[in-house]
């Protein structure tokens, strides 16, 4: 038996003994040392089921019911396979793929037909054990703390929206929102291009900290937000815009601020439908772009690469916490949003 949490449904999420999985074919049983929680974690638990198959089948995992939440685990393989022996410390994607649908040909795993993610359609990382396919483990490298490899999967994310958005070397870029996922798609960003990165959020900690991931400019969010970006753009606005944020009225903004036929990356999921300004966007050629997860193949191992160096841990690692304070110190205030870094649990502490 192992000690999990078990999501149950909407604020309701208890510490319990269940049996230690057993991986199938493919996969191998992790000793869980470092499970890092994010927003849909705690919107999940606020008011969901939103993606836990808590009533139906999930299509692609099978699983229904009560569910093992987690899905940015680091740990230590207890019974390994060819490539990764017993001892060896990994991080997992999470996102598992097929390997035989047309998505997959193409290399957009993300978007496989089958596509599933440990710990939000089938059990996760937040119990002392999880069995993972050996598909979505990168060995962690030397050097890297099991703290910094805790945030490869969200980093694997924001890396992936920044290819997406299709920045290229001297591009005007905006970031709107400076929370984790805006703090991780500004850290590939920054790792993959050489453009000028301005970041926009309310004033405080959030922007000091883009600041010191290397965003050119911040701007405080408000009324006037778009009149500064196209001041500081020459009137032109910028190449490129990534919503980041999902808050009401950002996405329009986004809009209002790209430049005639850039691009706009949608990555914050707002509450409410955005109002389009179609002719706007359609007169002026821009085009609107979309990501979700990562390619594991593509961008999990350059996520561990990136934390190598150590600046995104420093910056950006809230606290650590045992598996008993899930709630308390880690669902509670994040869906509060009183957390501006990352939490992450300790499952073996």
């Not at 638990?45 to 987690?70: E, F, K, Y």
């Not at 990168?138 to 929206?161: F, T």
């Not at 000091?208 to 400019?217: D, I, M, N, S, T």
Request: net charge negative.
């Amino acid at each position: 038996m192992m000690r999990a949490a078990v999501y149950h449904g909407p604020r309701d999420v208890r510490i319990e003994q269940v049996p230690v999985p057993k991986p199938k074919d493919g996969e191998v049983l992790l000793a869980v040392r470092r499970n890092g929680l994010c927003g849909t974690d705690a919107t999940e638990w606020a008011s969901g089921p939103v993606m836990v198959p808590l009533h139906r089948p999930h299509p692609a995992s099978g699983h229904v019911g009560p569910m093992i939440p987690g899905h940015e685990f680091v740990g230590e393989v207890v019974d390994g396979l060819p490539g990764f022996p017993s001892g060896t410390m990994v991080s997992s994607g999470a996102g598992v793929w097929c390997g035989q649908c047309d998505r997959c040909a193409e290399g957009r795993t993300n978007v496989c037909r089958g596509y599933y993610t440990l710990g939000l359609n089938a059990p996760g990382g937040l119990a002392e054990y999880v069995a993972v396919p050996v598909k979505t483990l990168q060995p962690i490298p030397a050097g890297v703390s099991v703290d910094a490899a805790g945030m490869a999967q969200p980093l694997a994310v924001g890396l992936h929206a920044a290819r997406r958005a299709g920045v290229r070397d001297g591009d005007a870029v905006v970031v709107i929102g400076a929370g984790a996922i805006g703090t991780f798609v500004l850290a590939g960003l920054t790792h993959l291009r050489q453009a000028e990165v301005t970041v926009i959020d309310l004033p405080g900690a959030k922007l000091e900290r883009a600041a010191k991931l290397g965003a050119a400019r911040t701007l405080p969010a408000g009324p006037d937000v778009v009149g500064a970006v196209l001041e500081a753009t020459g009137g032109r606005g910028a190449d490129v815009v990534i919503e980041a944020s999902g808050a009401p009225g950002q996405f329009e903004n986004a809009l209002r601020m790209v430049t005639a036929g850039g691009r706009v990356l949608a990555v914050g999921l707002p509450k409410e439908k955005p109002a389009l300004d179609l002719v706007s966007l359609a007169l002026r050629e821009v085009t609107v772009e979309s990501t979700v997860a990562h390619v594991c193949t593509a961008d999990l191992g350059p996520a561990l690469e990136i934390l190598a160096e150590g600046t995104l841990e420093a910056v950006l690692l809230d606290s650590v916490i045992p598996l008993a304070d899930l709630v308390l110190r880690g669902l509670e205030p994040l869906a509060s949003g009183a957390v501006d870094g990352k939490i992450l649990v300790a499952p073996g502490d």
